[in-house]
Nanobody
Framework: QVLVVESGGGSVQSGGSLRLSCAASGQTVSIYAMGWFLQAPGKEREFVAAIDWIGKTIYTDDSAARGRFTIFRDGAKGTVDLQMNSLSPDDTAVYYC??????????????????WGRGTQVTVSQ
C-alpha cells in the first residue's frame, strides 16, 4: 500500500506563485510515476503534469497551463513538487497528487493512477 499526501496549497493573489509538494510513503518501491491533477468547482478532474522515476515529465495540453507549471523531484525533501507561477483565478481548484505502478508509459490518464491523496486547495483571487 502507498500513502500519498499533498501539502502547500493556500490562497494567493492573481499573478502570484505557489509550490505544492507530494510525499509518498509505504511500498513506494513499486511506484513508477507520480502526477498532479486538479479539479475546479463544478468540473471534472483534469491532468496537470506527471514525472516518472527517471525524471521524464509530461504536461497537460492546456496551452494556458503549459509553461507556468513545473513538476520536479525534490531530492532533499523526497517529494514530487509542482511549482505554479503566474497564477490566475482560473487556476482555483483542489490539486491532487497520485501515484501509479503501471510502467509501460508515462500518462496523464487519471484511471492509470492507483493511489491518490486527499487534495490541497488552491485559491487565487483577483
Amino acid at each position: 500500500q502507498v500513502l500519498v499526501v499533498e501539502s502547500g496549497g493556500g490562497s494567493v493573489q492573481s499573478g502570484g506563485s505557489l509550490r505544492l509538494s507530494c510525499a509518498a510513503s509505504g511500498q513506494t518501491v513499486s511506484i513508477y510515476a507520480m502526477g498532479w491533477f486538479l479539479q475546479a468547482p463544478g468540473k471534472e478532474r483534469e491532468f496537470v503534469a506527471a514525472i516518472d522515476w527517471i525524471g521524464k515529465t509530461i504536461y497537460t495540453d492546456d496551452s494556458a497551463a503549459r509553461g507556468r507549471f513545473t513538476i520536479f523531484r525534490d531530492g532533499a525533501k523526497g517529494t514530487v513538487d509542482l511549482q505554479m507561477n503566474s497564477l490566475s483565478p482560473d487556476d482555483t481548484a483542489v490539486y491532487y497528487c497520485a501515484a501509479t505502478e503501471l510502467d509501460d508509459r508515462l500518462s496523464g490518464n487519471a484511471g492509470r493512477y492507483r493511489y491518490w491523496g486527499r487534495g490541497t486547495q488552491v485559491t487565487v483571487s483577483q
